[in-house]
């Protein structure tokens, strides 16, 4: 019996991380065409999602406190990125290939931890998860994810002292753009907001999405139809994923100061943390890779506030 409940909750991990990838990849087009495998905006605790009404306290099985903590992932993500294994990599195991069985080799019986019911144990946050259509545009997403802070906000049953938002990779670009529309319109949560982290975020734009631009425009341009007409498929990637050519590049159109710290909440502060694929940081490996997907540069972009 047991065997059959952990195989029926590996299916459904699997199926639920297809959804995420298909998200990611067409999301833009599968909310066009209204198709229910579009993922829509919301909180999710143990897979579920979260009811942002008076009844928010009996959905969630630890006591809330008045220090929160939003956990938003990054392009074809889940939630379930900010989970990961207990046991230590093995002798003579890379951290990269531990990183990865962590993420795929999924068993429904594993004991697995999670960063924010750590801050819950260690620092007396309460998370909450975001998960979202990873295709769709960094603007649409950033304008949906400042609303669900601020129903989050509303739906809240004691005050809120302290906001920390948290994003990995996109999801980074996601905050910039929230904090944007909050400082726009004065949304309330704005006001509770002190620390954000950007975990691998591309602000001033992805080389890996640079390349497939580029690799488009070159397969356009051969003198065989049957050759250029793949540059149609290859400009069929989601707007999310086209967003991440420039990053937030766009927020900082001149060497204006206050422009290029647009989305920056100028009352909170600013963490900036990047990964190198090279054991020197200061490696040339390392200065043109970062951490494979995003350089240094663009996940420590010069438009950062003075106080991060």
Known sequence: MSHTVEGQETHKHWGRLGRSILNGVIGDYLEKECNPLAIQMGFYYHYKRLVLNEHLVHQLDAPLSNKVVVFVHGLTNLETVWDYHLKAPSEGESLVDHYIDSCFDYKGGDVRENYGTKLQEDFGYTPFYLRYNTGLSLEKNGRLLAK????????????????????FSMGGLLLRHAQYCAIQTDMPWLSNLSKCMYLGTPHEGSPLEKFGHFSGEIVRHFPRDYISHW???????????????HGL?????????????????????????SGSVGKN????????????????????????????
């Not at 100061?257 to 600013?270: K, L």
Request: net charge negative; charged share 25%; with cysteine.
């Open 281 to 308: 940081e200061d490696s040339f490996i390392s200065r043109v890779m970062g951490g494979s997907l995003v350089r240094q540069g663009s996940a420590n972009p010069g438009s950062a506030p003075t106080h991060s």
């Open 249 to 273: 590049k766009f927020f900082a159109p001149s060497e204006d100061i206050e422009s290029s710290c647009a989305s920056f909440y100028d009352q909170a502060r600013h963490y900036f943390i």
């Open 231 to 245: 540059a149609d498929w290859i400009d069929r990637r989601s707007e999310g994923i086209q967003d991440l050519k």
């Open 148 to 167: 669900q802070l601020t129903q989050l906000h509303e739906a809240y049953p004691i005050n809120i002292d302290e906001l920390m938002l948290v994003g």
